[in-house]
């Protein structure tokens, strides 16, 4: 993730006026950080698995499955989130993401809580970004906040 990351960040256009290189400048290090941070991480994963297996020999694999479970998962309410993101809408769309990923990783039985953090934290992006930053966000149908 890292490295597509960075190199998407190398593709940015160069600026017309100033330093060249200068909005390349911020991405850039934090691709970087997300690379450091992930080989890191790896070894941390490698060193414990190592020692897993000194204590007690079994079989415990890198990755166990119910973690499969999860990143695939993820991977897929990811593309559902892209594909409603335009045509339901920022409000909408990260409502639906947000309710699928607290529902994977909390469960059931919290869903009137997990309902709760995607509405209000949704709503919360919406009016930050648009209305005090002026950053555009698409348009939800229904709402004009």
Known sequence: MGLVYTSATLML????????????????????ILISMSISLLIRE???????????????PFFKEAGFKKIGLTCLASIVYALLFDKAGYVISTI???ELEL??????KNWKINTAVAVLFSLFIYIVFSKL?????PLTPGIWV
């Open 96 to 98: 639906i993401f947000l």
């Open 13 to 32: 256009p160069e600026a017309s006026v100033g330093r060249a290189f200068e909005p390349k400048i911020f991405p850039l290090m934090l691709g970087i």
């Open 103 to 108: 529902l994977l990783f909390n469960g059931a």
């Open 46 to 60: 490698l060193k414990e698995q190592k020692e897993t297996e000194k204590k007690e020999p079994s079989d415990v």
């Open 133 to 137: 930053l002026g950053v555009y966000l």
